[in-house]
């Protein structure tokens, strides 16, 4: 899809400009603050590493001795009948349970199967559209002391499997 | 949770190494997933902390109470128990264009005080109210135009198009947004019909 592409190509530039412009006319020290914030970037990667040193080191036994692939051979059959690539398994399961572990997910398909082919298309976009369900209704009920969640969780798991299949179509749609 | 996963995830690899004999593996594979973690680690700093400059010139440009304005309309359909000039909806639209801005540093603090607003008028302050239950969906579904981390790892993995992913991921977003909100409506209607038939058999 020509269209999707080119809205992806054209997305971040237009963003990047517009949120600099505005900054500069309301009067903001953009690259002060640019400044300011990059240094966030640091701390949020330092944070993320103890998270990806387990998680990638985890994935790499799993998948070096072939517990890996057992699984999701036996899971096989199942994700064929819904035209769902076995390789994207692990990271269905991880991503509503933890952010970071499955941006680890993520990076070791991405490094496997390239990040441009359909199974890592379809990695990133799974990534980027869902968010840690389980993480969110534990900090947010957590907070104010909720304890009967009602139909919170089952709503969000919803919403994540939702993102999945999107994911899985719109990526067909990208690489023919 | 996690602890039980990662657990069984790295038993149940020692165990497969050593019923399939390679036992060795596990060590290696050690010290080879330790490398590629730093590894990220370097390329993911680079583009991460451009966004995150990106992020804060948006926030001071006050992008984010604009496109809260713009919102509004579009989210207060979805949450029906809430009065117009209540503060709990003020927080929610907030902390949904944080979200959507990829800014999700400044996303929770504002979803946090949105579920204080809302606890604060609820009557039964165990149970999780309608309006609750819609916020956590519109967060779970985690809904964004810049999906920074992700760039980041495509751009670290070597992708011709590290963007390629930002449209469609939006998109995805908006179907899991939009399925969660009708399973949400609908898990609602479900309660309050068994809460009157409930009644209608009391009585």
């Known amino acids: ?176 | 949770m996690m602890n039980l996963v990662w657990l069984l995830m790295i038993l149940g690899g020692i165990i497969a190494a050593a019923a399939t004999g390679q036992i060795d593996l596990v060590a290696k594979s050690i010290v080879s997933g330790g490398e590629q973690a730093i590894t990220l680690c370097l390329a993911l700093v680079a583009v991460l902390s451009f966004w995150m400059g990106i992020a804060r010139v948006a926030e001071k440009a006050g992008l984010l109470r604009v496109l809260a304005r713009l919102l509004v309309p579009f989210l207060r359909p979805f949450f029906p128990s809430l009065r117009d000039d209540d503060e709990a909806l003020k927080h929610i639209v907030l902390n949904f264009s944080a979200n959507l801005l990829g800014l999700g540093n400044a996303a929770t603090p504002f979803g946090l005080k949105a579920m204080r607003a809302m606890q604060d008028k609820n009557s039964d302050p165990d149970t999780a109210t309608d309006a609750m239950c819609t916020l956590l969906v519109l967060n779970t579904a985690g809904m964004t135009f810049i999906p920074s981390s992700v760039i980041a790892l495509r751009a670290a993995s070597g992708s011709q198009d590290p963007t390629a992913t930002v449209a469609i991921t939006l998109l995805a977003g908006v179907v899991a947004t939009s399925t969660g909100l009708v399973a949400d409506y609908l898990f609602r209607r479900l309660r309050h019909r068994v809460a009157k038939r409930g009644k209608h058999k009391w009585h």
């Open chain 1, 1 to 176: 899809m020509a269209l999707i592409s080119i809205l992806s190509s054209w997305l971040i530039p237009l963003f990047v400009a517009t949120v600099l412009l505005a900054g500069w006319l309301r009067g903001v020290a953009v690259f002060d603050e640019f400044i300011e914030g990059s240094k966030e970037g640091l701390k949020v990667t330092i944070t993320l590493l103890p998270y990806l040193v387990s998680m990638i080191i985890a994935i790499e036994i799993l998948s070096a001795s072939g517990a890996l692939d057992a699984l999701t051979n036996l899971l096989a059959p199942l994700l064929a009948w819904v035209n769902w690539p076995k390789e994207i398994l692990p990271l269905a399961l991880l991503r509503p349970m933890s952010n970071s572990g499955s941006l680890a997910v993520t990076a070791d398909i991405l490094r496997r199967f390239g990040p441009d082919s359909y199974v890592g298309l379809v990695a990133s976009t799974m990534q980027g559209s869902t968010d840690t369900t389980l993480f969110i209704i534990t900090v947010y009920f957590g907070a104010v002391g909720i304890k009967k969640i009602r139909h919170a969780l089952w709503a969000g798991l919803i919403a994540d499997l939702a993102a999945m299949l999107a994911s899985l179509v719109f990526c067909r749609l990208l690489v023919v």
